[in-house]
């Protein structure tokens, strides 16, 4: 069974096709965020994304693992691969972390593992201040509202992207829905973010 089969989530997929016509931020365990307009799903496997209407740009927006931006006309995305999707968006958040410094990318490799010890940990953790990484290099810090289906659903406050040494704010983005299946911690309490910039 290959890793991306593993972590398919049918929840988020169903989750996702509430969001045709929307600008949507997707995040993948291969460590890339794509940021754009979500067309259309294709045979419940792709997400058709083109320029996000609150994008500073006029193309699709990928930040790489290494915190490059890539922009592109339209992008089609497996949607087996994503680990978590942002949305209601008020401005661009790939914008907001474009002054990364730090080269060094921060990749986590993925492990085949039971991860029900950790969403009963989360689900005690409903109402309060948590951050959750998972496969990918993500970290999302912001205070979990429900924890059902394979999916955690958080108000954001941040979310830390491999390769930069910026986070997404709550500024750009209101909530996110995490794939149960991808997370590889939960901590609770506030966070500080101490970046190891060279």
Same mark, same amino acid.
């Given at each position: ?58 193309? +699709?927006? #990928?930040? %790489?693992? =290494? &915190?490059? /931006? ?12 994503? !680990? ?45 201040? +948590?951050? #959750?990484? %998972?496969? =990918? &290099?993500? /970290? ?12 955690? !659903? ?45």
């Amino acid at each position: 069974m290959s890793f991306y089969c593993r972590i398919k989530n049918e929840e988020l997929i169903c989750d996702l096709k509430r969001e045709v016509n929307s600008d949507i931020l997707l995040l993948g365990a291969d460590g890339f965020t794509y940021f754009g307009r979500l067309q259309a799903i294709e045979d419940c496997r792709m997400a058709v994304l083109t320029p996000a209407i609150t994008a500073v740009t006029s193309d +699709v927006e #990928i930040i %790489t693992p =290494g &915190g490059c /931006l890539v922009t592109v006309n339209f992008a089609r995305i497996d949607l087996w691969s994503i !680990i978590a999707k942002g949305s209601g968006i008020v401005c661009d958040p790939v914008y907001s972390t474009l002054s990364c410094d730090d080269d060094t990318p921060i990749i986590r490799e993925g492990q085949d593992r039971e991860y029900d010890c950790l969403v009963r940990s989360l689900k005690r953790l409903i109402g309060n201040n +948590v951050a #959750i990484t %998972t496969t =990918g &290099g993500f /970290l999302f810090e912001g205070v979990p509202s429900e924890v059902c289906r394979d999916l955690a !659903i958080l108000t954001v406050d941040e979310i830390f992207i491999p390769g930069c040494n910026k986070f997404i704010s709550d500024r750009n983005i209101r909530s996110v829905v995490v794939n149960l299946e991808a997370i590889t911690s939960v901590s609770g309490g506030d966070t500080k973010c101490h970046c190891c910039c060279r």
